[in-house]
């Protein structure tokens, strides 16, 4: 099978998987059964394209011209490849994940669920495979769409509430700025290709460049720079498969994703004349903002929710610094703050459905009754902060690496300075767990279905392994700078 | 021998089978014949497209009297397209008409309802056609009157209100009008459009033209629904019969369009017309306060069909927004649009009209629950409701596109941010909808009584059609936009 088969094949077997979510309604193992094969093909893939990738082959696909000189097109680049492998890598535990949930607390509509589900996963590999932005954008968009129900699946005023905002936030924001943003580079720049060194250089006046890296930015809302931040602890009344896949992984890391193709390969590495600082001073703002609301949040989700906010601003900020180094770190960051932080979701649900619990203060001394949850969640947070032996520790390596080829220091001492947040926020909840004592009463429980449990210590041995075995990512994301 | 003569049967053909259907008088058989008619309509409409397309625009002298003296018929690329276009809903809608009219017009009705159809189809056509200004406000009054009966048609008295509303204002707009053509004549003696578009290059005293310029321009404007002469709109298509709604809102205000483009680049030419009088800043202004203005008057309808209705004066200001931008992607995203919102429009109304067959009511508060009563149409509601939004992907999105292209090409970036705050506007009025279809459960709704005949499939088939149009034309794009494209070289050819 040649690269460019399996390029067009790649995003077809998720939507395979959704139809089949969709046919098998009435025999739910052999549909989430169906589920698992399609993200065993899809890793297969995937895994497959790696070697000439790699080797510095683009593995290129385009349909016919939707408009004009406009044509959907794929080209698999080592970035996209990066992010479509976390994807796919993390759909295998969280449908294992989403079984034992969904069934543990008796949820309605799973067939709906998991068909988005899988649809979702197919809108990430077309943003990850997108050839330009019209087909980035229409990905985007389509993620947007097919995750509404997964945020809306209880159907309650809280729910419509979120699904509410979500919409409001992602797509006026897409729409408002993106847009144009693009509209504008088709006028300036006449493709909209994505081109190792950038398509903007020389096209548009300094004041223009700035503008537009600003559209981007907050255009593409799922990257959730503050002010439109708020459509992510919105999307919290979800279940928590959905908090932990989409909005820890696909939907948020499409985002950040998003912002780096645009700087790597609209604005280039020389960025195309454009003053990065506004950029580089809202991450830094949102970075720290977001920390310290999720220090004082009690709700575990919520909290979870804004260290996202938090995390994602870290590659906001390194990509901006626009040093090949803190580039590379930005990629990393992308890849390990998704094993992290879907593990910590992993273990959010986990708690919800073993004890019913949403606080954080209620947490004390739940590690003894749930250690394997606990133990996992404490190595995600290790990771989350950036501390050996996680993969965390490596992003932060790289980022804080840029910040120093940038000359940069303030952007430094916000890294140094969020990590320490992050301590705050997450150790805590380690140490209620496991050192305070439980609470007198309360029904006794023990950990949570062994399918949830069984996903969560894989995704947080990820964290580990990775560090070990780095090569992979590594080469991904250097072969993002390398010319 | 025929296809020499295919001009001319593409009026004629349902013009004669007006008069027949009410002497067949037997509902099936008016149904037939109208049916056969319109797919005839579709057939030789897309034969001279692509005879247009190979070979040129093709002039046929109706009586073989020829032009300035007789009437020309004239299939220019521009005509082609919205031949295609006219003919095309007509052939879409009357498959299912057939279970949705006999339900919604009392019986003894029915088959005058084919008849006006009919006669509504062919003014329609001949205004597309014709390549003289006479004969348009000719078939302008058949297409009208037909068009009154048909609203009328509904079940509602309050229907009959709105025919009425529509009777005055339709016949004020096409009295100016004729004013209009009548100055044109004054000046240059000649109703051939051609023939007085040379003409008038030569002309010196150019106040008799301004004055035509504003009549024809405000008797379009009426016809058009152009903000703010759209108040008939509303309670037209709200209150007749759905298969009419569906059809006008698919053909008659983008015919009226079509005129007006005509006259603006093709009679008067661009520079004169929309620098003469300020229409430029006057069609952008009008345009830019119908879109959002209407899109936040549609949020607030209690109506399905009422809301669908404002929509739609605010996406023919789209329309008329990229007339007034006046470049080559405005101007594509103009006649695009007159294809994609007529499809996508078309669609929801006819979603609409299944919804009123089935459970009786197109209330937004009686929608609840939908989903599952309803579950595919629920689903092509959503699909067809992102086409009207512009969603990437579907038809409504290509010709966004080429407006804000055409809009930064102007250097006006206000106009960007006011097209796209009124996509942002429908997302709001169409996910009202949804919310109500979806997350909202109406706890004894009844099962819809699935009356699953032969007619009813139909309504289905043709349903399902236009819903999958939407997308389809958002990726494949030679049939909107492509043909689009080759229609605006023609007008910027015709710039004197």
Sequence with gaps: MSAETIVVLAPLVPVAAAVLAALLHRWPNLREAASVAAAIMLIACLVALLPSVLAGARPAVRFPEMLPGLAIAFEVEPLGLLFALIAATLWLPSIFYSLGYLRANGEAHQSRFFACFALSIASAVGIAFAGNLLTLFLFYEALTLVTWPLVTHHGDEEARRGGRTYLALLLGTSTLFLLPAIVATWVYAGTLDFVPGGILRDRVSPGVATLLLLLYAFGIGKAALMPFHRWLPAAMVAPTPVSALLHAVAVVKAGVFSVVKVVVYVFGLDAAGADFTPLVTVAAFTLLAASVVALRADNLK??????????????????????????????????????????????????YTAAHKTRVSELNGIGRRMPWTFAAFGVASLSMIGLPPTVGALSKWFIV??????????????VVLGTLLSAGYLLPIVHRAFLRPAAAGGAAHGEAPATMVVALVATAALTVTLVVFPDVPLALARGLVAR | MIAEHLPALQVVLPLVAAPLIVLLRRDTAAWLVATLVSVAAFGIAVALAIAVADAGAISYALGSWPPPWGIEYRVDALSAFMLVLVAGTGALVMPYARASIAAEVSGHQVYLFYAMYCLCLAGLLGIVITGDLFNIFVFMEISSLSTYVLIALGRQRRALLAAFQYLIVGTIGATFYVIGIGLLYLVTGSLNIVDVATRLQDVTEVRPLLAALAFITVGLGLKLALFPLHQWLPNAYAHAPSVVTTFLAATATKVSVYVLIRFYFLVFGHAFALDGLPLRSLLV??????????????????????????????????????LGLANAAGLTGSLAHLVNHGVTKGALFLLAGGIAFCCGSTSIADLRGLSRRMPWTAFAFVVAGLSLIGVPGTAGFTSKWFLVEGALENGQPWIVALIVASSLLAVAYVWRVVEAMYLVALPDAPAPAQASTAASMLMRASTAVSVALTVVLGFVTAYNVGYARRAVALLLEGIS
Aim: without cysteine; proline residues 2%; charged residues 5%.
């Design chain 2, 285 to 322: 202004g009008l345009s830019a306060v119908a879109i959002v203005a209407m899109s936040l008057v549609a949020l607030f309808q209690p109506d399905l069909k009422r809301m669908l209705a404002y929509s739609s004066v605010a996406q023919i200001g789209y329309i008329t927004l990229g």
């Design chain 1, 302 to 351: 919520r909290r979870l929710a804004y260290s996202t906010v938090s995390q994602l601003a870290y590659v906001v900020l390194a990509v901006a610094l626009i040093a090949p180094l803190s580039v590379v770190g930005a990629a990393l960051h992308i890849a390990a703050h998704a094993v992290g932080k879907i593990t910590l979701f992993f273990a959010a649900g986990a708690v």
């Design chain 1, 401 to 414: 690496g840029g910040a120093w080829q940038a000359d940069n220091v303030l952007a430094l001492a916000v």
